[in-house]
């Protein structure tokens, strides 16, 4: 009997994919490569289930002729690149990788949040360039986050662990969400709910960490830049197009706002030029979740989900993150 075909569009881990070979015929891509529309659909066409990174949209068209394709995981908290109700209207389950990587990106959310208000970045450039030649008692100041006030737009599991960490900085937080949280909740992250209006204007680094949709798309603009303080830093874990990139460059060139630590961009890998050409800000190429030990649990997470799909592993017949449980067949 043949295996079934699974087709994973970027290397990751040998030891981890070699758990899909008892059961599969692996078709792993050795390198990392952009895929073109027709080259997406052929890798999708020839495979019953598949690996993908947030780089391939699976969209209609792409799976239009994938008459085999019976699961997609996808590696990513985030699952913007799938489009779930085509999925779902053709059969083929999906599944994400949430919770593995809540506390690593809430790490790195501090670290660019602590970069930007102290302008980290913006010193090692200069120093680099050979041009510390003395000190200036009034040199490089930045803001302090301890005792400072932290806003949190999106309070899901990231936001409430960007929460937690707020008391060892005896800061005070604030949060809005599309929902308030159940109060023990609240207390247990000690935060406080408030409208998005208030958000903006009390707090002295705001922190995204809201899904994309449609509904979310430029949630900050030049109108929310405006309504923050002159001495906020703003940071961008979330989705590239939640920020108005070409506002949010403007902002930061007048002093609407202080600092910016962004990790993701509006039609990334490009970076708006404004964007490039701010010191006051910290950028970094999307990589909130790239810890080693985050990274290998994320891709143990695909493998465990797709070997569930097809009825193998300790999860057999129910992947333990899918996104639409009502449309899996048996796929074994």
């Known amino acids: 009997m043949n295996k079934h075909v699974v087709w994973i569009s970027r290397p990751f881990f040998p030891d981890i994919v070699d758990r899909l070979r008892p ?22 066409a020839g495979a019953d289930a598949a690996i993908v990174g947030l780089a391939e949209r699976i969209d209609a068209a792409a799976i239009a002729g994938a008459s085999r394709l019976r699961f997609v995981a996808n590696l990513g908290v985030g699952y913007n690149n799938l489009d ?15 919770d593995v990587l809540t506390e690593t990106v809430a790490d790195y959310a501090w ?16 120093l680099r360039d050979g041009q510390w030649r003395g000190s200036r008692f009034e040199g490089w100041l ?64 705001l922190i995204l960490v809201l899904p994309y949709t449609a509904q979310n798309h430029h949630a ?7 309504a923050m303080k002159p001495t906020a830093t ?38 708006h030029p404004g964007l490039l050409e ?9 990589i909130a979740s790239a810890s080693r030990d985050t990274r290998r649990d994320m891709a ?15 999860h057999a017949g129910q992947p333990p993150t899918i996104l639409n449980p009502g449309v899996l067949a048996d796929a074994s």
Not at 84 to 98: E, K, Q, R, V, W
Not at 183 to 195: H, L
């Open 220 to 226: 900050i603009g030049e109108a929310e830049l405006k």
């Open 84 to 98: 779930l109700d085509a999925l779902t209207a053709a059969g083929i389950g999906a599944s994400n990788t949430p």
């Open 142 to 205: 930045g803001a302090d986050v301890h005792g400072k006030t932290i806003g949190i737009l999106g309070m899901g599991r990231i936001g409430q662990a960007v929460a937690r960490r707020a008391a060892g900085f005896r800061a005070q937080v604030l949060y809005h969400n599309r929902s308030r949280l159940p109060a023990e909740v609240e207390r247990e992250c000690a935060a406080t709910y408030v409208d998005k209006a208030t958000l903006l204007g009390r707090s002295d680094h």
């Open 300 to 314: 143990a997470l695909a493998v465990d989900n797709v070997l569930a799909a097809f009825g193998h592993g300790p």
């Open 278 to 286: 701010r010191d006051n800000i910290v950028l970094s190429p999307h």
């Open 234 to 271: 703003l940071v961008n874990i979330a989705r590239g197009g939640i920020v108005d990139d070409a506002a949010l460059a403007r902002a930061l060139a007048t002093g609407e706002i202080a600092a910016a630590g962004i990790d993701v961009f509006e039609g990334e890998p490009s970076v």
């Open 23 to 44: 059961h599969f015929e692996v078709r792993a891509e050795t390198e990392e490569l952009k895929f073109g529309s027709a080259d997406l659909a052929k890798h999708l």
């Open 111 to 126: 670290a660019l949040m602590l970069a930007a208000a102290r302008r980290v970045g913006e010193a090692e450039r200069w």
